[in-house]
């Protein structure tokens, strides 16, 4: 691992709890191995790009990563729903992140939408160079998955393949096609993929309990998630 600097992010307003103050620790790196990026994992960490960075919230522990059983998962109804709507129509390819118009205006259309539905700040469009900072160029290979209906493409996500699993990094959908629920095919196409690699786990991020936006996460059991002292525990809840 070559890393270049890190800081602690001045506190601010929580986003996923009222009343509540986050702070985050960054961490910078130009290079980073699969495994070296594990071991991060298991202690916390996600990152985005070239940023690593974990919660360092002053008051507040509701932030947990969480990771899937990929071997004891089971779909609930909404989810086998969900894999019947989707499977076999909606098209998925597993390649190399790249740049195209077609990412970018999916991207803006996205943004445009959450920041209008669910109050997420505006922003400019995204241009070629943010677009490949953020999704393209990393730390080491991470896979680009597109989602295509009828040749069209309605869905992006990027994943990280470490030793013991696969972690989602991002996902971004076509708002018009916001009924087929696609954040959640995307992370069942995940699990499967995780299933065929023989691996143990899929890594989804973290876990806010009381947050609307990430309390969906809870629902692809049996899952564990990581407590503030470190250990990985199963949920029970």
């Not at 990026?37 to 990152?47: F, V």
């Not at 890594?203 to 309390?215: D, I, K, P």
Request: proline share 7%; glycine share 8%; net charge positive.
């Amino acid at each position: 691992m070559i890393s270049l600097f890190s800081y602690v992010t001045p506190a601010g307003p929580c986003e996923y709890l009222p009343g509540q103050t986050w702070r985050y620790e960054h961490e910078i790196v130009a290079a980073l191995s699969a495994a070296e990026y594990q071991e991060r994992l298991r202690q916390g960490w996600r990152r985005f790009g070239h940023l690593l960075f974990r919660p360092r919230c002053p008051s507040c522990t509701a932030c947990r990563s969480l990771r899937v059983d990929v071997a004891g998962f089971r779909p609930n109804r909404s989810q086998r729903r969900n894999r019947k709507q989707n499977e076999g129509v909606v098209r998925l390819d597993i390649g190399r992140p790249s740049v195209t118009r077609a990412k970018l205006d999916l991207y803006d259309r996205y943004h445009a939408y959450q920041t209008g539905a669910k109050g997420w700040p505006g922003h400019p469009p995204k241009d070629a160079d943010d677009y490949q900072d953020a999704f393209v160029d990393n730390p080491f290979p991470a896979e680009e998955w597109c989602y295509t209906l009828d040749g069209r493409l309605i869905g992006m996500g990027y994943v990280d393949v470490v030793p013991e699993g696969l972690s989602a990094i991002y996902f971004y959908y076509d708002p018009a096609e916001r009924d087929r629920g696609l954040g959640n095919w995307n992370v069942l196409s995940v699990i499967d993929r995780a299933a065929s690699r023989g691996v143990p786990y899929v890594y989804l991020g973290y876990h806010v309990a009381g947050s609307a936006s990430l309390e969906y996460k809870a629902n692809f059991a049996p899952n564990q998630t990581r407590g503030p002292d470190g250990v990985w525990r199963d949920r029970t809840d």
